[in-house]
């Protein structure tokens, strides 16, 4: 197998692949059914997860070549439970692009919206210093079906209140923009889960099930 990738770039952005691990199995995740690939680059990270000045210089070499509308933090895993990391490049990108380093670019964060279960604190404030931008995937309009979808580990089974709660204090905390999303053909009601999402602050997105 060749060597996992750490940063990748996919359409306008570039990718972070911080983890592996995640409290959720969802029950639509291309991890498993593309065998830890994506877009031709391999994710597995085999538990050797990257160091800070590992992800930042993968970074460099990338943002010195081809500017990007957005870095993000979104590979086969959930990125808050390596907050610190997240917290620590997110701080190191921003003072690049103040200093004239790199061209200006969104920060974003794709998560799982258990940050706060994760940490047991509202992590919000510290991901407001220096993100721009959080997707968050809610994929259902109640708790049953997403127990059902997202398979959540033991300790997070009722995590599906702190991912609401999650997106509604992002919503609060003033961020460039801040979305929730459903994929769909699940089972879930994507009218029903934008309803919510609309409710608790959030904008939309309706994403496609990948097979």
């Known amino acids: ?36 690939q994506f877009d031709g680059h391999n994710l597995d990270l085999q538990g050797q997860e990257p160091t ?4 930042l210089s993968a970074l460099d070499k990338e943002l010195r070549t081809t ?10 895993g959930e990125p808050t439970l390596r907050l610190d990391a997240v917290l620590a490049i997110a701080l190191a990108l921003k003072q690049a692009q103040a200093d004239g380093t790199y061209p200006p670019f969104k920060i974003r964060l794709n998560t799982n919206g258990l940050g706060n279960l994760i940490h047991h604190r509202n992590i919000v404030p510290e991901l407001k210093k220096d993100l ?7 994929n ?8 059902q979808l997202v398979r ?10 702190s991912v609401k709660d999650f997106i509604k204090t992002c ?5 460039d923009r801040v979305a929730a999303s459903c994929v769909e053909n699940t089972g879930a009601d994507p009218a029903a889960v934008k309803a919510l999402a609309l409710s608790l602050g ?10």
């Open 1 to 36: 197998m060749s060597q996992a990738t750490i940063v990748y770039r996919f359409k306008n952005g570039l990718y972070i692949n911080l983890t592996n691990r995640c409290p959720n199995l969802c029950s639509f995740c291309i991890k498993t059914k593309w065998h830890m």
């Open 52 to 55: 800070v000045p590992q992800v």
């Open 67 to 76: 500017p990007v509308q957005e870095v993000v933090f979104c590979g086969f």
């Open 132 to 138: 721009d931008i959080i997707y968050v995937s809610l």
């Open 140 to 147: 259902a309009e109640n708790e049953t079906l997403w127990r």
């Open 152 to 161: 959540p580990a033991a300790g997070y089974e009722n995590g599906y209140e």
């Open 171 to 175: 919503a609060q905390a003033g961020f």
């Open 202 to 211: 959030a904008e939309f997105n309706d994403r496609e099930y990948l097979k």
